[in-house]
Nanobody, 126 residues
Framework: QVQLVESGGGLVQAGGSLRLSCAAS????????MGWFRQAPGKEREFVAR????????YYKDSVKGRFTISRDNAKNTVYLQMNSLKPEDTAVYYC???????????????????WGQGTQVTVAS
């Protein structure tokens, strides 16, 4: 089993920055990639960013490109999401997620991910 634990959320003014962390444990070495998603009140959970463990290839939602950076520390089994120039519309619960072992084609849908963290709240005040 894989356990994912997010941290780093909080309240920040528009234009500010936050860094989220996701610590993974369990059978993480088998996961091909890690992703960040977010869910605002009354909205569906949406893809934010993804990174592969081995090559570090990244992919972002268009609206966060140039503002958010996903990175990983393989030695610590930890993935980060550096969020700069935050906007009120970035307010949401942020989740990290991992696909099951053997899944190497990972798109932006939540259906590609099998393990989820508990989420961390990010609130951006205008």
């Amino acid at each position: 089993q894989v356990q994912l634990v997010e941290s780093g959320g909080g309240l920040v003014q528009a234009g500010g920055s936050l860094r989220l962390s996701c610590a993974a444990s369990g059978r993480t070495f088998s996961s091909y990639a890690m992703g960040w998603f977010r869910q605002a009140p009354g909205k569906e959970r949406e893809f934010v960013a993804r990174i592969t463990w081995t090559s570090g290839n990244t992919y972002y939602k268009d609206s966060v490109k140039g503002r958010f950076t996903i990175s990983r520390d393989n030695a610590k089994n930890t993935v980060y999401l550096q969020m700069n120039s935050l906007k009120p519309e970035d307010t949401a619960v942020y989740y990290c997620a991992a696909p099951r072992s053997g899944r190497y084609s990972v798109g932006t849908s939540t259906s590609y991910y099998d393990y989820w963290g508990q989420g961390t709240q990010v609130t951006v005040a205008s």
